[in-house]
């Protein structure tokens, strides 16, 4: 039987099966399977939002974009894999393809591919380039601008770093 909620539109096989929140769009293969009072949520694309449950006002567009991320709120992830293996995490933007495929922290700005891809605790960073800020895992207040600028970077915080490659080997 079709589910019944109110301002919900699903589309593709166990697209939001259990969900009575309102305002969500899910389209795609399971996309937002898991949902249930989740509300004002957009996921597009299969296994997108697949394990969120209660979190509300995120969009998660592309192939398992979001696909783990059970209760993080406010987020924007772009691209196949983006913030896909994240459980939580609020208020992110994630563009790319597995851009910030991990993270669990909340307020970064992580655009280009694998931006940020080995981020788990880390917040408040800003990664714009492919592969910048790839290593941090949770180092916090970072700001790398170029592709793989501080790509080698662990956990340093409130570094900032502008230019291709920028620190790559300090």
């Given amino acids: 039987l079709p589910v019944v909620a109110s301002q919900f539109v699903s589309y593709g096989l166990l697209a939001g099966p259990n ?13 937002g399977l898991a949902n249930i009072t989740g ?16 979190s509300a006002n995120n969009t ?31 208020d992110n933007i994630l563009i790319g393809n597995g851009a910030g495929i991990g993270n669990t922290a909340n307020n970064n700005v992580m655009i280009g591919s694998f931006a940020g891809n080995g981020n788990s605790t880390g917040g408040g960073n800003t990664f ?10 949770t180092g916090g207040q970072n700001t790398f601008i170029g592709t793989s600028a501080g790509s080698t970077n ?17």
């Fill in 19 to 31: 969900n009575v929140g309102t305002g969500n769009t899910f389209v795609g293969n399971s996309a």
């Fill in 39 to 54: 509300g004002s949520n957009t996921f597009l694309g299969n296994n997108a939002g697949a394990a969120n449950v209660t």
């Fill in 60 to 90: 998660y567009v592309g192939t398992s974009a979001g696909a783990a991320n059970v209760n993080g709120q406010q987020n924007v992830y772009i691209g196949r894999l983006a913030g896909g293996n994240g459980t939580t995490g609020s």
């Fill in 128 to 137: 714009l380039g492919t592969q910048s800020g790839a290593a941090t895992s």
């Fill in 154 to 170: 662990a956990t340093g915080t409130q570094n900032t770093l502008v230019g291709n490659g920028a620190a790559v080997n300090a």
